[in-house]
């Protein structure tokens, strides 16, 4: 049984094994509920429908990448107040502060270490690991 206060996170990425790794980490060590998607689209659309306290976005997707889908979710009232945390293998200069120009909470690099995922992610929202 979840408690009220449990967050829901949504993951997008197209990766199985990184969405497998992130959801048994946040819902083991965090208790979180997680929801996950496979691309950008499913992640625009699910995230419409089930409101997520906060979005675990891949940059690099097939498709719509990342901060496409970030666009389109900004662009909709339904969901512009949800927080977005980048995740990406690919670290550029500069990409950390052109993300946070957009509105993005913050960026965490792959690989991450799967018992701190829940911390970088409670610490960026200003949330609580119970």
Request: no cysteine; hydrophobic share 50%; proline share 6%.
């Amino acid at each position: 049984m979840l408690s009220l206060n449990t967050k829901r996170i949504l993951i997008v990425d197209d990766a199985e094994d990184i969405r497998e790794v992130a959801q048994v980490s946040l819902e083991l060590l965090a208790g979180w509920e997680v929801l996950t998607a496979s691309s950008g689209k499913e992640g625009v659309a699910k995230a419409i429908i089930e409101q997520p306290d906060a979005i675990l976005l891949d940059v690099m997707m097939p498709g719509q990448d990342g901060p496409t889908t970030f666009q389109q979710l900004q662009a909709n009232s339904a969901t512009q107040h949800i927080p977005v945390i980048l995740l990406t293998a690919k670290v550029m200069p500069g990409d950390s502060a052109h993300f946070a120009s957009l509105g993005i909470v913050t960026v965490i690099y792959k690989p991450f270490e799967p018992l701190n995922l829940p911390v970088l992610m409670a610490e960026a929202l200003g949330w609580s690991v119970d």
